[in-house]
């Protein structure tokens, strides 16, 4: 069969072992030596991992292996390691702590060959070996240093006494087994608290009150407004303790039943009403693979059933920075989905401010990649593109960004023959005070000598202040409608309909 060839390959599998904590299962299927390297020093496999550094052979795993021995106590593959990654300083501290003192000395032969006079003085110094001290003392010029050395007492420079003798490994503890009949696995709770909120979601509804025929939204993407996946923990104020109860004051484990995860009903509800979701299914996606991670907690049997856990600020700071990431290097699609996906986790944060800006992210994106698909033959695919690169100016970014936009915007009237709108776009460049290559563009746009006049005139959306329809980007009147979640402006027709841009709310 496949696993039993040892053929298995890939990332994913790769990554999900090391998700529930069993790197050591990975070892079996990976053939990358310093992927192996990596996973043994996960499980704590210090034959695997001395196997595959063998193989990789760089100073780098050599140190990291040695560590991992000296952890674990296993004297004979950290002195091995030292030994392949020249750390001779760390050889010699590992010799003398165990009274390997022969070893020492022939350590000290070796540097002498390799032109270390200071780590052989230093061999010498610790062994309490005068003579041969003294004797690269003077080597060195130091002949009253020299006379020093050899004046003091034997007893004066003599070795420490070893922490262990013989060599051998220290002493390691066995590990007793637990008693799986009164202490559950944290393991078990955590598989526990997935299927209760498996269930959770699976009690909802096909149909609801928010269904009410008048909108597009199918039937299976609306839920029961009471039930929806953010709890809010109590967590102490700052400065407050929090007094744990005792042993004998927790009451007998009582496992939950089907849909009762703490806060989950209340949590929907919020949602709903707040923001007006329909959509859960990438809300619930969210919360089972992303934040639904083994937590450290005790392995208690009165441990409580778990809470929903919310999503921490450096969390959705990574998430953004990805997508921030992404929209740098040009790779709008994948930055689309990021930013929605960011946009989703911090509704489960309440996180409004970080909501608005992934919506115009996405707006934005949207617009070009939007751009990118029109034609460009035709008086209507030019005034088109023209149009959407405009539009994709007119959303607060972060600069980086607003300067990808308004260039794009520059490149793009000049093919079509909007010299005016490019020298105008031009000016608002400079204003963001680009770096000196971008200046450059800029200046010599704005200094074409070519006549400053539009073949489609564009003056409208180019200084005007306009709202922009998320939906069809398109220039909206006085009059339009607004998602409740990411606060995104559309046209009436698109009422009563599942947003575009979060896809999770009704309009």
Known sequence: SLIGSGQLVGQSQLQFLRSVGRPELALSFIRDPLSIFCLAMESNDLSSALAAAKTVDTQDTWDKLANLALLNGDLAIAEVSYQKSRSFTRLMFLYLVTGQRDKLNK????????????????????????????????????????????????????????????????????????????LPDTEIITENYREQLKDTFEKVPDTSSCNDGSSDIPAEQSVDPSSSPVPVPDSPLPGQTVQHAGYHD?????????????????????????????????????????????????????????????????????????????????????????????????????????????????????????RKRCGKTSQLDKIRQCQLAIFATKFDLLPVHLVLTIRSAISVCL?????????????????????????????????????????????RILTGKIEICGGDYLALEEDYVVCPLCQTKFGHVYQGQLCPVDRVGRI
């Not at 927790?250 to 949602?271: C, F, I, N, Q, W």
């Not at 031009?426 to 070519?450: H, K, M, T």
Request: hydrophobic share 35%; with cysteine; charged share 20%.
């Open 415 to 459: 093919k079509v023959g909007n010299v005016r709108c490019a020298k105008v776009l031009a000016r608002s460049l400079l204003d963001l005070g680009p770096d000196q290559e971008v200046c450059r563009f800029a200046r010599s746009v704005i200094l074409n000598q070519a006549e400053a006049s539009d073949a489609f005139p564009m003056d």
């Open 107 to 182: 350590l000290a032969r070796i540097m002498r060959v390799k032109g270390d006079l200071s780590g052989v003085y230093q061999v010498h110094l610790i062994t309490g070996n005068r003579q041969e001290g003294a004797e690269l003392l003077e080597l060195g010029g130091q002949k009253q240093l020299a006379g020093l050395m050899r004046s003091q007492e034997p007893g004066q420079l003599g070795p420490p006494e070893p922490v262990g003798r013989e060599g051998g490994n220290w002493p390691t503890l066995k590990d007793e087994p637990l008693n799986l009949k009164n």
């Open 250 to 370: 927790h009451a007998g484990y009582r496992p939950t039943s089907p849909g009762s995860v703490p806060g989950v009903e209340d949590s929907l509800a919020k949602l709903s009403t707040q923001y007006s979701v329909v959509n859960f299914l990438p809300l619930k996606q969210i919360l089972l693979s992303q934040y639904v991670t083994q937590p450290s907690l005790s392995c208690h049997p009165s441990t409580p059933p778990l809470p929903l856990l919310l999503p921490t600020t450096p969390t959705l700071d990574h998430l953004l920075e990805t997508g921030h990431q992404m929209t740098t290097a040009g790779q709008f699609t994948r930055a689309v989905e990021q930013y929605r996906s960011v946009l989703l986790t911090a509704t489960l944060a309440s996180q409004s401010s970080l909501i608005r800006l992934c919506a115009r992210y996405v707006v934005t994106l949207s617009m070009e990649l939007e």
